[in-house]
């Protein structure tokens, strides 16, 4: 036989099949789309506790400023009473007797 004789062998492809690489490629983006799910879930439930803090702050700054104004008013009645009962000291105290 000659060069030109000789049967050509064809060489068969090692590594993967197509079918192999399409399911993993299947399998890969089903993968990305779980964790885009998870991702998207994991943001919502954060900003979702974000608005739940947001709203009991406002809450809390609610009841503190009532409980500053209540405060304030007791103190200006504590200070009006002191007053009221050092202006009667004050014109009671003997004026000018010396012994």
């Excluded at 304030?72 to 000018?96: M, S, T, V, Y």
Aim: charged share 30%; proline share 3%.
């Amino acid at each position: 036989m000659t060069d030109m004789e000789k049967p050509i062998k064809i060489e068969r492809r090692r590594g993967p099949s197509t079918s192999t690489l399409s399911f993993g490629g299947v399998i890969a983006i089903i993968s990305l789309l779980a964790s885009g799910v998870a991702t998207y879930n994991a943001v919502q439930n954060d900003i979702a506790s974000l608005k739940r803090g947001e709203h009991y702050q406002e809450r809390v700054n609610e009841h503190l400023t009532e409980e500053i104004r209540s405060i304030r008013i007791e103190q200006r009645e504590a200070a009006k009473e002191l007053n009221e009962k050092l202006d009667r000291i004050i014109e009671q105290w003997p004026r000018g007797k010396r012994q």
